[in-house]
């Protein structure tokens, strides 16, 4: 229930899971498509979000742009095997630590 509660406020508010609450926030159109991307400072994990409509967007396509999306914002490449999601929520972890 506690879950379900957090979960639809995270919703409502528009923001990132609740360890990305605070963190440094920045957008970015890659090929069409908006990301908002969540930078833990002091820490090297980032969440981006695909915020663009988009009918029937392609996961592969999507983490492509996402993982471009989170080298721009970052200006840090991507530890291998760590980005995952789905055409909404993408996950990874940059090899440098956010300021």
Avoid: N
Avoid at 26 to 49: K, N
């Amino acid at each position: 229930m506690i879950f379900m509660i957090l979960t639809s406020v995270g919703i409502l508010s528009g923001c990132a899971s609740p360890k990305f609450v605070g963190a440094a926030v920045m957008e970015i159109e890659v090929s069409d498509s908006l990301f908002r991307v969540y930078m833990q400072r002091g820490g090297s994990e980032v969440e981006a979000h695909r915020i663009s409509v988009e009918p029937r967007p392609s996961l592969v396509l999507t983490l492509e742009k996402a993982y471009r999306a989170i080298e721009l914002v970052t200006g840090c490449g991507i530890v291998a095997g760590s980005l995952q999601g789905d055409q909404a929520i993408i996950l990874a972890e940059v090899d440098c630590v956010m300021p």
